[in-house]
């Protein structure tokens, strides 16, 4: 059987890198191109990846820094083990400690032993590339760079970008959603909504108390945005001279059809992720523990690579009713947050 050949998920989508090329200062159109082009050969270079790394024994938990040093290839040399005490790079400590939030959160909120269930190591590479203005998971292991300075801080920075990114991971091991349409849309909402949760659970905050905003501090200072996308208000983002103004609707009647991004799938998972948000903060509470873990059943046993939002909706609340009761609380959040986005769920499903 030949092996599928997995895009590369990077944090910063193609449709913002294309405004900087077109908006931006010379310097800025070069990195601009140079990283959209980069991404792209890294597409390429997945099909000679192999398998997925070996797991270690059920519960421990494994990470491995590697410093690129401003090159391309991966891994790059040993930079911080599991167990060893803080490097003086403060990009191996952050990349090093948002894995093990990452870890921590999917094993204590769902019982979950690393990305693939069987102890996967978490393994990434810091300060890859120069001025690379992005993050990725690459199939294998999570890659980071350190940002232009102008624009982007280092990638290592924004904890909700590290759970993104490894979860990326999770959904290749379970859904695994065709990259493309609505199910690549779906692809990089449900990475949004389990980044904000790894923030969210690490701060110990209520869904009422959470900012529903990816990449809160990346953007350096003088830049008019304050995240890469909202799960609260997509579409709001950033309005910025050289980045552009964020596309995200937030409804199905505002479905952007565009023939890059794979079909649009950083744009239009602003409509499932603003469903998620108003689940959330409809149920109350602490966010992992309700509408989290809701969705990570659907993506677990539920979903699979061609699902729709349709398919989706349904299979949340479907969850829903299976873990809190038809029509209760919880369901009734989860229906009716799909319907105000404009998807609904069929009539007589998950009643």
């Not at 203005?133 to 920075?157: E, I, K, P, S």
């Not at 945005?225 to 609260?232: C, E, F, N, Q």
């Not at 980045?243 to 079909?263: H, I, S, W």
């Not at 299979?315 to 809190?324: G, I, N, Q, R, Y």
């Amino acid at each position: 059987m030949t092996e599928r050949i997995l895009p590369i998920q990077c944090i910063v989508p193609p449709h913002m890198l294309r405004e900087i090329a077109g908006r931006g200062d010379a310097g800025q159109r070069r990195w601009a191109l140079d990283t959209l082009a980069l991404s792209e050969r890294l597409r390429g270079r997945r099909e000679a990846m192999g398998p997925l790394p070996a797991g270690v024994s059920v519960g421990e938990k494994q990470r491995s820094i590697f410093d690129a040093r401003g090159g391309s290839t991966l891994p790059g040399t040993l930079a911080r083990s599991e167990g060893e005490p803080p490097s003086s790079d403060p990009a191996v400590n952050e990349a090093y400690d948002g894995a093990g939030t990452t870890y921590d959160f999917y094993r204590e909120a769902y019982g979950r032993n690393s990305l693939d269930d069987r102890g996967m190591r978490l393994d990434g590479s810091v300060h890859y590339g120069r001025d690379y203005d992005n993050a990725f998971w690459d199939g294998r292991q999570m890659v980071y760079g350190d940002g232009d300075g102008r624009l982007f801080r280092r990638f290592t920075v924004a904890v909700d970008v590290i759970g993104h990114e490894l979860t990326h991971g999770v959904i290749q091991q379970e859904a695994n959603f065709r990259y493309e349409d609505q199910p690549g849309a779906l692809n990089e909402s449900f990475a949004d909504v389990f980044g904000s949760l790894v923030k969210q659970w690490g701060l110990g905050e209520s869904a009422d108390k959470a900012d529903w905003l990816i990449g809160s501090n990346l953007f350096e200072p003088g830049v008019h945005g304050k995240a890469l996308r909202s799960m609260a208000s997509p579409g709001t983002a950033y309005d910025d001279p050289v980045l552009g103004t964020d596309p995200q609707p937030a409804e199905m009647k505002d479905y952007r059809k565009v023939d890059f991004d794979n079909g649009g799938v950083h744009i239009n998972s602003g409509i499932p992720n603003h469903a998620f948000y108003l689940a959330a903060t409809a149920i109350g509470g602490r966010a992992w523990e309700t509408a989290g873990k809701v969705w990570y059943i659907a993506l677990r046993d539920r979903l699979r690579s061609g699902a729709d939002f349709r398919r989706a909706a349904e299979a949340t609340a479907a969850v829903a009713a299976e873990l809190f009761g038809a029509k209760s609380r919880e369901q009734d959040a989860v229906r009716s947050a799909w319907d105000r986005v404009g998807v609904g769920v069929g009539v007589g499903a998950a009643r």
